[in-house]
């Protein structure tokens, strides 16, 4: 967390007219919290406005924009309307400038190049939705996309829409056993994936991994397969089920109707990994998913038609989505890039960057954390271009923050922090370009959410005291419920405030106003008696400059209850374990006090990660502790865990 909230970015003269600041007028009033406060008081307003602002399309206008009779945990949006987020991400721009723009600029891990113009994207979408079509498939029905990230992940995306399909996004690293668990909750009708994908220069297999998990899925009647890999991987095809993706698409003309779906109508099945248990199944719609995704995205961070994003994920993510729709909606372009930031080089994510006009750049701060061990090479590359950095997925230290904003935004380029979740399709918290920028902070609520930072007991928090960030408002963006299971769609958000969301994070304002999010509420540390998120050692630990990433937990203490254990990874070239330990104990209880010397300071070459880069503490946790680790399908370095297996056994 920032010391006494150092300002380090101060909006200028070329944000006077941000989309944001459009937004406010356009609502009749002049600064954010003045939003905030009129949202509140009428909510409904607030939505109908927005959309009326973005100019979310419609086949059919809505008769209410909000119904609240079912209580704010079960709102109802655009009453009557039907709309379907192809209409507004593609469709729209048909027969305008932006059709015939370049929309998707490719990179393959090989180096392998590929661009489409909205015209070219747009005739791929209509042939795969024929193709869908052409099987009996369409509304209601659940099509699984288990592809790695190349044209045919958005093309399928919007092609399942556009017939009217539920997208259910899988990461594409998963093995068997994650998807035939949520093959099988799902009831999927169909699966789109390829026959492999290469990672950091081995071919892995997809379709016979698939092949796996469908023994076990008699639902799935279509499987539709890209070719990658070629000859470099085992692809298996049954007759009559599996179909090649070229294939399959050839017979279809370049273009094809849209489905006119309910604007409540699911268009997304997205699981979440749960804390313990089977992953859960978060619904969104189609109008839900565009008027949110445009509302933080194109307004509150600013993205339009001119500008080029780059974010690197996973179609199996939110973020997957979030680039897909924002991007369209805005009539901007997309860089999509198979593979990892550092490989086949380390400077791979800049020269990409540099080499394609990225004029906007999402980011997890664990990249940045990463990408710092290699030095200065960042400093050869030229981000003149860039104007917008968007932060999600942890906590940022003080270093990586300023590693950032110094060395590749020039100490000109905001870093929009944004914090929220799956189950809110974006944000419930962010930066933004009408109000100054401390190292890791947010302004506070994203439009329209009613965010706050409370206690256990429903009070708003003071400066300084640790408390859950929550959602005082209904939004459009909330997941509806839960797949077939709204008894813990209740449990999970609403049970601990009733009439509050609960997202499950720890949060913090200080004096000034700023806000900080400090960690997961079920990684909280009670360490003497006083509550602590994890972010804040972490941060101390970080501070000496001799680790790139720690995971701090707490461990059971015959004495205190509960001890520190800070699992680390030291930078290149550090060896002195004994000596690199007393550095770090020293920062920590330099920083928070004697009562927070770490009992064990354990030194690892990873952290267990998920493919969107959030550090997984309760898996170090359950490793270190014994416990069962739950849920680990998600992890994109599973043999992390293996090491520290090994580590926690040596020491015991």
């Not at 029905?141 to 259910?168: N, R």
Request: hydrophobic share 40%; proline share 6%; glycine share 10%.
């Amino acid at each position: 967390m920032a010391d006494n909230a150092r300002i380090e970015w101060t909006p200028g003269p070329e944000y006077e007219n941000c989309r944001l600041r459009q937004l406010l007028d356009f609502c009749g009033v002049a600064n954010m919290a003045a939003l905030h406060e009129k949202t509140s008081a009428d909510p409904a307003w607030f939505w109908d406005t927005a959309i009326k602002f973005l100019d979310v399309q419609f086949y059919e206008p809505y008769s209410e924009v909000l119904d609240l009779s079912g209580g704010i945990q079960h709102p109802k949006w655009c009453l009557g309307a039907k709309t379907n987020v192809v209409l507004n991400c593609l469709d729209k721009h048909r027969g305008t400038p932006v059709w015939d723009k370049i929309y998707l600029v490719w990179e393959g891990e090989d180096g392998e190049k590929r661009e489409f113009t909205y015209a070219e994207f747009d005739a791929e979408v209509c042939r795969f939705a024929g193709a869908l079509r052409a099987q009996g498939i369409g509304r209601g029905d659940v099509v699984a996309m288990y592809v790695p990230m190349i044209p045919e992940a958005m093309t399928s995306f919007f092609g399942i829409l556009k017939a009217g399909a539920i997208v259910l996004p899988l990461f594409s690293g998963f093995g068997p056993e994650p998807l035939r668990v949520r093959l099988g909750d799902s009831d999927a009708r169909a699966v789109v994936t390829a026959d492999g994908g290469p990672r950091r220069g081995a071919a892995s297999p997809m379709k016979s991994t698939l092949d796996e998990a469908l023994a076990d899925c008699p639902s799935v009647t279509d499987v539709f397969v890209v070719r990658r890999m070629g000859d470099a991987v085992d692809c298996p095809m049954m007759d009559g089920r599996d179909h090649w993706w070229d294939e399959a698409l050839a017979p279809h003309p370049a273009e094809a109707e849209t489905e006119r779906t309910d604007a409540e109508e699911i268009g997304f099945l997205v699981y979440t990994s749960g804390t313990t248990g089977k992953p859960k199944g978060v619904l969104m719609s189609h109008v839900g998913s565009v008027t949110k995704l445009a509302l933080d995205i194109c307004v509150s961070f600013d993205l339009g038609a001119d500008d080029r994003m780059m974010w690197i994920s996973d179609m199996g993510w939110v973020v997957g989505a979030l680039t897909a729709v924002s991007t369209s909606f805005a009539g901007g372009s997309l860089m999509l890039v198979e593979g990892t930031p550092d490989y086949p080089d380390s400077t791979r994510h800049w020269r990409v960057m540099q080499e394609n006009d990225v004029t906007f750049l999402g980011v997890a701060p664990t990249t940045i954390r990463g990408m710092m061990r290699y030095g200065d090479e960042v400093d050869d590359f030229d981000f003149s271009k860039l104007r917008v950095i968007a932060s999600t997925g942890e906590p940022w230290t003080d270093a990586a923050w300023l590693w950032l904003f110094e060395r590749v935004g020039d100490k000109r380029v905001p870093i929009l922090n944004y914090t929220g979740g799956t189950e809110c399709f974006g944000g419930i918290a962010s930066s933004n370009l009408l109000e100054p920028i401390t190292p890791g902070s947010f302004n506070g609520p994203m439009p329209g959410s009613g965010a706050d930072i409370i206690t256990a007991e429903g009070e708003k928090t003071k400066p300084g005291e640790l408390g859950e960030l929550v959602m005082t408002l209904p939004a459009i963006g909330n997941t509806r419920s839960l797949w077939r299971d709204d008894e813990r769609y209740m449990e999970s958000y609403w049970s601990m405030f009733g009439d509050k969301w609960r997202q499950g994070d720890w949060a913090m304002r200080d004096e000034e106003g700023f806000w900080y999010v400090l960690g997961r509420s079920d990684d909280t540390l009670n360490i003497s008696g006083k509550r602590t998120g994890p972010a804040e050692i972490e941060g101390a630990l970080m501070s000496t400059g001799s680790i790139s990433e720690a995971a701090v937990i707490g461990v059971p203490d015959p004495i205190k209850g509960t001890a520190l254990c800070c699992v680390c990874v030291p930078m290149p070239g550090i060896n002195d374990d004994e000596a690199l330990r007393g550095r770090l104990s020293a920062a920590v209880t330099d920083a928070l006090g004697r009562a927070y010397r770490p009992r064990d300071i354990l030194f690892v070459s990873d952290l267990p990660k998920t493919r969107n880069m959030k550090i997984m503490r309760r898996v170090v946790r359950s490793v270190i502790t014994g416990e069962p680790a739950g849920d680990l399908s998600s992890l994109v370095n599973p043999e992390t865990v293996d090491e520290l297996k090994a580590l926690t056994v040596k020491n015991n």
